[in-house]
């Protein structure tokens, strides 16, 4: 992540530098222990901040031939509210399956809110649990619930899916997705060298858990180019946006 914090960007407009050093005076450590996913201050935190669930879509977007980079921020930093039977199905057996997890592996998953980047604090990361050991993070753990988990089980659920490959035994996880991207960033921000990934079915609560290791360079590259879009095209809007809302307040036209 020190890497990150190094990469060059072009030179920020004062009211753009005054924005991106107010995100390294919040209290990093309340922000990760006592902050609960979904709750508005949960949602505060990650709404100006590059988050690991969208980051590549913004990678993606910025070899767009033709962006719009104002209409991607505004849309980015002011998201609409999305529910459907997919993302609810993940929501109400994302819990069932941490603790199928914890049974099968004896080992007890910690919780917590929005983790903010210590060097790079216009980042974020909302894990779905942690394994300490020693008193530091060891071990990320990232759950998916399938909507076809819901009748089918998790063989039938596997072959379903776009973003792994099963080659006898072997489990790879496809590079160029945004849930490879997710914890890779989650790898990055927490210092942490592996990922178990669990698929949980809730038909018969079958599962596959796998590890993926930290990918340093590809988490790097997509940071690196991330940050360039972020200071360069994205920032300002997020100034531009709490100066028209000043004026409103004090009816300046």
Known sequence: MKKVALVSVSTLKDCCYEKLISFYKEDILVSCIELESNNAEWRKIRQHRVTGSRVYKLYTYSSNKKPDWKNKSLSYFNPKSFKSKYTNHGIK?????????????????????????????????????????????????????????????????????????????????TERHEYYAQIQMGMAILNISSTAFMIYASSDSSFIIFDVPYNENYIFNILANVKRSYCDKMIHYICSEEIENVQKENNIV
């Open 93 to 173: 057996y994302e819990q069932e399956a941490i603790k199928e997890y914890e049974k099968y592996t004896g080992t007890t998953v910690t919780r917590c809110g929005a983790v903010i980047s210590r060097s790079n604090a216009w980042m974020s990361y909302t894990p779905d649990g942690v394994i300490v050991t020693n008193g530091k993070p060891s071990l990320l753990l990232e759950v998916k619930c399938p909507y076809a988990g819901k009748s089918k089980g998790i063989t039938e659920v596997l072959s379903s899916l776009k973003y792994i490959k099963i080659t006898g035994e072997s489990v790879v996880f």
